[in-house]
């Protein structure tokens, strides 16, 4: 018979578990703009929504124990070890170490509390371990199969028995004397958010034609050009991996990290959308206009969630009724699919980006309309002259 989980252990594990699953969103986030296939950066937006589930989840229990502060209980050891798994030399280096050293030592601990759990006294506790155990074991099972695709397996493998070899050091991840300083390593990189969103050779920089010209086309054609756009929307994706990222230095709320790590994944959807489409179509994806991103990168947090949610959505609203209705008159299934769960969406992001703003300037001196003001300032000095259309495409 299981001889149960009290309190004070259940807590401190619950809390570590929650850190490692919390501080993979930012690791996400990061390599999100950083990993190059278009594919992995679609999965990682996943995953990041995957880990604010769970965080959800643990806080919720968590909120119910007596416990006292997270953060102060976390041992540098476990903070080190966390905080080094990002610091991969590429992409398929990084999934290696998170998700084949992090994960299954995070999976571990969920399986090892769950045979500890008293059926009774541990009721709750079990049932939140059957939710979180099988999600991170298909974490697990989609990196063994990116990973077959690895150009440079001997440097990713180089990096994941560095990790491994460290975490046995650290001594797992409830551990509590573990070595909290990390060793030296040729691989480990000073992880830095890059200055555009990275590609492999497949997509290149250019640009997407205007709306007005594909109004213009004749349907097929048209239709290419509208899901380009929707591939598109990976600049919008990556603008919000990267206010996540930022989001976490800025000490943000943890229910504005995990709204945006919905809309992250909603974004990264709808670019998913249009490589799905695309396909359907006979065409592959093969440019990305990273204006909008861009000058996203010179806005405060603020007015990077204003120029998103209040400046760029409402922009393209109008057109998302029309294309529904264009597609539904053509008989256009697919496509029409697409433009439904898309249109839901992005009203959704509006209410949100509006309550989320209010909610930020509670205590400021300016409103929404002033910030709105002060977004479209800023991207007058970026283009150094008036901004007369706020979209390139």
């Known amino acids: ?192 958010l890059p200055d555009r969103i990275l590609f492999d050779e497949r997509i290149r920089d250019l640009p997407l034609t205007p709306h007005d010209e594909k109004s213009q086309l004749p349907y097929e054609e048209a239709v290419r050009e509208q899901f380009r756009v929707f591939f598109n929307e990976i600049y919008a994706a990556s603008m919000l991996a990267a206010l996540l990222y930022e989001s976490f230095q800025h000490n943000l709320p943890w229910a504005f990290i995990r709204d945006f790590t919905r809309q992250l994944w909603d974004e990264a959807r709808h670019s998913e959308f249009g490589a799905v489409r695309l396909k359907e179509l006979g065409y592959e994806p093969d440019r990305c206009d990273q204006t909008l991103f861009l000058n996203s990168l010179a806005m405060p947090i603020l007015h990077r969630v204003c120029y998103l949610t209040m400046v760029l959505e409402p922009y393209y609203m109008p057109r998302k009724k029309p294309r529904f209705q264009e597609y539904t008159k053509a008989g256009d299934e697919r496509s029409q699919l697409f433009a439904d769960h898309d249109w839901s969406d992005e009203i959704n992001h509006v209410r949100l980006g509006k309550d989320w703003l209010d909610q930020l300037l509670a205590d400021d001196a300016r409103d929404v309309d002033q910030l709105k003001h002060e977004t479209h300032d800023i991207l007058e000095r970026i283009a150094g002259a008036p901004v007369e259309q706020l979209s390139p495409f």
């Open 1 to 192: 018979m299981a001889r149960g989980l009290s309190v004070f252990p259940l807590v401190d594990r619950l809390r570590r578990a929650s850190y490692v699953e919390r501080t993979s969103i930012k690791h996400l986030c990061g390599w999100f703009l950083a990993a190059r296939p278009y594919e992995i950066k679609h999965r990682l937006a996943y995953h990041a929504w995957n880990h604010a589930e769970h965080v959800e989840w643990l806080q919720e229990r968590l909120s119910f124990l007596r416990g006292g502060l997270a953060g102060p209980s976390l041992d540098p050891s476990l903070v080190a070890f966390v905080e080094l798994t990002q610091r991969a030399p590429d992409e398929f280096a990084y999934i290696r170490g998170a998700f084949q050293v992090l994960k299954p030592a995070l999976l571990e601990l969920y399986e090892r509390m769950l045979g500890e759990c008293d059926p009774s006294a541990n009721a709750y506790d079990a049932r939140l371990l059957q939710r979180l155990i099988p999600e991170i074991r298909e974490q697990i099972e989609w990196a063994e199969t990116v990973l077959e695709n690895d150009p440079d397996p001997g440097r990713s493998s180089a990096w994941e028995a560095f990790l491994r070899e460290t975490l046995t050091r650290t001594g797992s991840l409830d551990a509590t004397t573990g070595q909290a300083s990390v060793p030296e390593h040729p691989l480990i990189t000073s992880f830095t």
